[in-house]
C-alpha cells in the first residue's frame, strides 16, 4: 500500500485542490503526520492519479487522519458521482436500482413518508438497509446517508417513543434533560438503520402566530443555546473534535438558519424586514448563538431557512451561509437545504442551482428531482457557472460527514442494530419521556380552595369528570410531526392518553368518567377539562390573533361545563388543562377555574401528567414564552404594559403557590 513519507505533500495537495477553501483549519492530525506508515509518494502528481485500489486502500482505513480519506476518496470520483452525492431524495422516489446506477448521497423520509409495507420499526428498517446495501455496490462504494423528521422522537413511526414538542422542552429548561432525550431518540432512529434527523430546530419565536411555535424552545435565544448544545452533543454520541461517533448516536442538523422566529406577522417562510445590516447586529445580540451552541459541539450538519432577509431567500445568501457559518462560526460540516426549497429562490432552475450552491449549500434535498438536480449540477460545472472548485469543497463536506459518522465501517443489519431494535419504545425509554412531561409542565394559577390550595385539594376528590376529547387523544397530545406530517387526531400511536393516565394513578380511591361534550353528572367533585389545539404543522398553523384559541369543539365543552355547574347547583374544583403548541386566548376562563395547568404538546406519555397532579412530584416548569391577554396585541407583545400580560416569560408556580425562578 502507498502511504505518505511526508504530510507537507499531502497539504500541497489539499491546497492544490482547495478542498478545504471555506471548512476552517485543516485537520491537524493531517498535517502532523499522525497514523501514517513508511511508503511514499514522491510528488503530488502522483498522490492525484492513484488507482481506485489504491485509493480504497486510503479511503477505507480507518486508523488514517479524516483529511486524509477525504483527499484520496475525492481524487478518484468523476464529475458525475460528486454530483450525485450533492443531491438527496425522498425514499419514495428512490429505487433500489436508482441506488445502484446513480450513487445518490443521500435518501430521505418526510413527514409521513412510510414504506410501502408498513409502518412499524421492522419494515423500516427493512426499506432503509436495502437502499444502503444498494450504496455499497456502486463503484466507489460510498455509503448511503438516509435522513428522517426525528424532531421530538423517532416519530413517523408507529410505536416510537415520543417526547414533548421543542416549547415544552423549553419549559422545563433542563440540559441535563436534553441530554438524556437526546440518547434515546438517538437508540430509536439507529434502531431502524437511520443515521439522521433534521434536528434540532434552533428558532426562537418572536410571535406566536407562527405555525413552529412549538418547534422553538424559548422566546429567548439564550435558553435555545443552554438547551440545544448539550441535545446535539448527546444525538452525536458526546464526540470530541475530530473523534469517530459511536454506533448507536445519529447525525443532527442545527436548522433553519437563520431568522425564522422573526418574520413578519409571524409567516411560516415569510420575510425579516431587516435591512442586512440590522440583521446582523441582530444576530450579534444573541440570534447567532444557538448555531454557535452547536457547532461548538461539532454539529455535521446545518439547514437553511426557507425565509427570507429583507427578501433574500436564506438559500441562496452567500453572507449568511459562507461567511456567517462556515467563515465566521468555522463551521466544517455540510449545509442541506430544506425540502424543495431552492424553488422558492428567483430564476430558472439552472439559476436556482447555481445561485444555492454558490451561496454555500452543499447537498440539495431536491424530494422527486433530485436526478435532474444531479444533472443540473454537471451542467452548471462544465459551463462555468460552478467552479470545481466549490464543488470539490461541497463533496468534501459531505464526505467528511459521512467518515465522521463512522458511515464507512458501519455494518448494515448488525447485531447492535437489531439490540436497539429490541428496545424500540421500551419502557426505559419511555420513562424517560415520562420524565420529560413532568418537568415540562407550568402551573399557572393554584387558588384557595375553602382554605386550601387546589392542587392540595384536588387529592381529596372521589368523584372525577373529564372534559372534552383532548382527554384521551393520544394525537392531540402528541401534535404535528406525529406519524402524518401534519400530526392526526385520535388513537394514532401507542401511548397513554391523559384520562387513562390519571385513572391508572386514582383508581384505588376515586371513579374517573370521561364526557366528550362537557355535560356533567352532579356527583362530581372534580372536572378537569382538557381543551387547546388540534395537531397542524408549519403554514398550516399559521393563524390570525382571533385564530390563537381553543379549537371551536373545545369552546363549546368549555361553556357546557359552565352550564352544567349551574344547573346541577353544585360547586366542584375545577382543573384546566392546555393541550397546545403555544399560548392561546384562555383570559376569560383563568377566573373561573381554581387551577390551570399549561401542557404544551406532551407527547405519549401522559402520565407525566397525572404523576404531578395526583403524585408526589411537584411543579417545575416555567414559561419559555409571553402569554398576552389579548391575541389581538399578539404582535406587540414585548412593548406592552405589563396589565395586558397574562402571564410573563418565566412564569410558573409550584404546588405551595410559590413563584419559580427560570435558571
Not at 434515546?184 to 438503520?193: F, H, L, P, Q
Request: charged share 25%; proline share 3%; aromatic share 6%.
Amino acid at each position: 500500500m502507498k502511504t505518505y513519507k511526508s504530510m507537507k505533500l499531502l497539504s500541497m495537495l489539499l491546497a492544490a485542490t482547495l478542498l478545504f477553501s471555506s471548512c476552517g483549519n485543516a485537520n491537524e492530525a493531517a498535517v502532523s503526520g499522525e497514523n501514517n506508515t513508511d511508503s511514499t509518494v514522491e510528488s503530488v502528481e502522483e498522490v492525484k492519479e492513484l488507482s481506485l485500489e489504491e485509493a480504497k486502500e486510503i479511503y477505507l482505513n480507518k486508523d488514517l487522519p479524516v483529511d486524509e480519506r477525504i483527499a484520496a476518496l475525492l481524487s478518484v470520483m468523476t464529475l458525475e458521482e460528486k454530483a450525485f452525492q450533492c443531491v438527496q431524495g425522498e425514499q419514495a422516489s428512490v429505487s433500489v436500482s436508482d441506488v445502484k446506477n446513480t450513487g445518490i448521497g443521500s435518501v430521505l423520509s418526510g413527514g409521513g413518508s412510510a414504506p410501502t409495507t408498513g409502518n412499524n420499526p421492522t419494515d423500516w428498517q427493512n426499506r432503509v438497509n436495502e437502499l444502503k446495501a444498494a450504496a455499497l455496490e456502486t463503484r466507489l462504494g460510498i455509503p448511503l446517508l438516509y435522513g428522517i423528521d426525528a424532531v421530538h422522537g423517532n416519530n413517523n413511526i408507529y410505536g416510537a417513543t415520543v417526547f414533548p414538542h421543542n416549547i415544552g422542552l423549553g419549559a422545563a429548561n433542563d440540559p441535563e434533560l436534553m441530554e438524556e432525550i437526546g440518547h434515546v431518540v438517538a437508540k430509536e432512529v439507529r434502531a431502524v438503520g437511520v443515521q439522521y434527523s433534521f434536528t434540532p430546530c434552533l428558532a426562537n419565536p418572536q410571535n406566536e402566530r407562527w405555525g413552529r411555535t412549538y418547534e422553538g424552545f424559548s422566546e429567548k435565544a439564550e435558553d435555545v443555546a443552554k438547551l440545544a448544545g448539550p441535545y446535539v452533543a448527546a444525538l452525536q454520541g458526546n464526540v470530541k473534535d475530530n473523534d469517530y461517533m459511536p454506533e448507536d448516536a445519529i447525525i443532527a442538523c442545527a436548522k433553519h438558519f437563520i431568522g425564522e422566529g422573526y418574520t413578519e406577522n409571524g409567516k411560516n417562510q415569510g420575510d425579516v424586514k431587516m435591512t442586512p445590516e440590522e440583521f446582523d447586529e441582530l444576530l450579534s445580540m444573541g440570534v447567532l448563538d444557538p448555531y454557535k451552541a452547536c457547532v461548538d459541539n461539532n454539529v455535521l450538519t446545518v439547514m437553511p431557512s426557507y425565509n427570507s432577509i429583507n427578501g433574500l431567500k436564506c438559500h441562496e445568501n452567500h453572507h449568511l451561509l459562507t461567511e456567517v457559518l462556515k467563515e465566521q462560526l468555522g463551521f466544517k460540516g455540510m449545509v442541506i437545504s430544506d425540502y424543495n426549497a431552492i424553488g422558492q429562490c428567483k430564476g430558472t432552475y439552472d439559476e436556482q442551482v447555481a445561485n444555492c450552491f454558490n451561496a454555500g449549500v452543499d447537498m440539495f434535498m431536491e424530494a422527486q428531482n433530485w436526478e435532474g438536480c444531479a444533472k443540473t449540477i454537471v451542467k452548471l460545472v462544465n459551463d462555468g457557472k460552478i467552479s470545481e472548485e466549490r464543488l470539490n469543497d461541497a463533496v468534501s463536506r459531505i464526505l467528511r460527514v459521512k467518515f465522521m459518522s463512522n458511515m464507512f465501517e458501519e455494518e448494515i443489519n448488525s447485531a447492535h442494530e437489531n439490540e436497539l431494535l429490541a428496545e424500540f419504545g421500551s419502557e426505559a425509554n419511555r420513562e424517560v419521556a415520562r420524565k420529560a412531561v413532568r418537568e415540562s409542565l407550568v402551573l399557572l394559577k393554584n387558588g384557595d380552595v375553602n382554605g386550601s390550595l387546589a392542587l392540595d385539594a384536588i387529592k381529596e376528590a372521589t368523584n372525577i369528570t373529564l372534559c372534552g376529547t383532548a382527554a384521551y387523544d393520544i394525537g392531540r397530545q402528541c401534535g404535528g410531526w406525529t406519524i402524518a406530517w401534519e400530526g392526526r387526531t385520535g388513537n394514532i400511536t401507542k401511548g397513554t392518553p391523559i384520562i387513562q393516565a390519571i385513572y391508572d394513578e386514582v383508581k384505588d380511591h376515586a371513579a374517573v368518567s370521561h364526557s366528550v361534550n362537557g355535560k356533567l353528572d352532579k356527583a362530581s367533585d372534580l372536572i378537569i377539562t382538557v381543551v387547546g389545539e388540534n395537531p397542524y404543522s408549519e403554514t398550516g398553523g399559521d393563524t390570525t390573533p382571533t385564530g390563537l384559541k381553543p379549537v371551536s369543539a373545545d369552546g363549546r365543552v368549555l361553556e357546557a361545563v359552565e352550564e352544567s355547574i349551574a344547573e346541577n347547583g353544585n360547586d366542584p374544583l375545577k382543573v384546566l388543562i392546555v393541550i397546545a403548541g403555544r399560548p392561546i386566548n384562555i383570559t376569560e376562563y383563568v377566573d373561573k377555574y381554581d387551577a390551570v395547568v399549561m401542557a404544551f404538546l406532551p407527547g405519549t406519555e401522559g402520565e407525566g401528567i397525572s404523576d404531578v397532579l395526583f403524585g408526589d412530584y411537584d411543579f417545575t416548569g416555567t414559561l419559555p414564552m409571553t402569554w398576552v391577554k389579548d391575541p389581538e396585541n399578539v404582535n406587540d407583545k414585548f412593548s406592552l404594559p405589563e396589565s395586558e400580560i397574562l402571564f410573563s416569560y418565566g412564569f410558573g408556580l409550584n404546588k405551595a403557590g410559590e413563584a419559580l425562578t427560570r435558571n
